[in-house]
C-alpha cells in the first residue's frame, strides 16, 4: 500500500504537465491539435525520462542489494520501481493518442503543420 502512496505523488504530475502543455500550444500559440501534441509531448520527454531513471537509481540499493531491514522494504521498492516504469511508458505511448481523442481542435488556428 505505501508503494502505491509513493507512485501517486510521484507519477501523476507527468501526463497533467504534457496536456497542458498541449492546451497551452493549441489555445495560445494557435497550434493544430496533432501538432499541439506532439509539441507537448516532444518538450517534457527528457524532463520524464531523467526524472524516472533517477528515482530508479535511487531506490535501486533497497531492491537490488541485500542488508539488514531492506527486506521489509523491498516489496515497496519494487512496486515504486515498476510502477514509476510503466507510467513513464504509458505517459509516452498512449497518452497522446487519448488526448488527440478527448481534446477538441480549435477552430481558426494559425500555425500549420510543417510551418
Known amino acids: 500500500m505505501l508503494g502505491f502512496l509513493i507512485l501517486m505523488g510521484t507519477v501523476i504530475n507527468n501526463p497533467i504537465l504534457v496536456v497542458e502543455r498541449a492546451v497551452y500550444l493549441r489555445d495560445k500559440e494557435g497550434y493544430e491539435l496533432i501538432e499541439a501534441i506532439k509539441e507537448g509531448l516532444r518538450s517534457r520527454v527528457r524532463p520524464i525520462t531523467i526524472t524516472t531513471l533517477t528515482t530508479l537509481c535511487g531506490i535501486a540499493p533497497l531492491v537490488f542489494i541485500p542488508g539488514e531491514g531492506t527486506e521489509l522494504y523491498r516489496g515497496v521498492g519494487i512496486i515504486v520501481m515498476f510502477g ?24 481558426g488556428n494559425k500555425h500549420m503543420a510543417g510551418d
Open 84 to 107: 514509476l516504469i510503466g507510467a513513464a511508458l504509458v505517459t509516452i505511448l498512449t497518452l497522446p493518442a487519448l488526448s488527440a481523442l478527448v481534446l477538441k481542435p480549435r477552430l
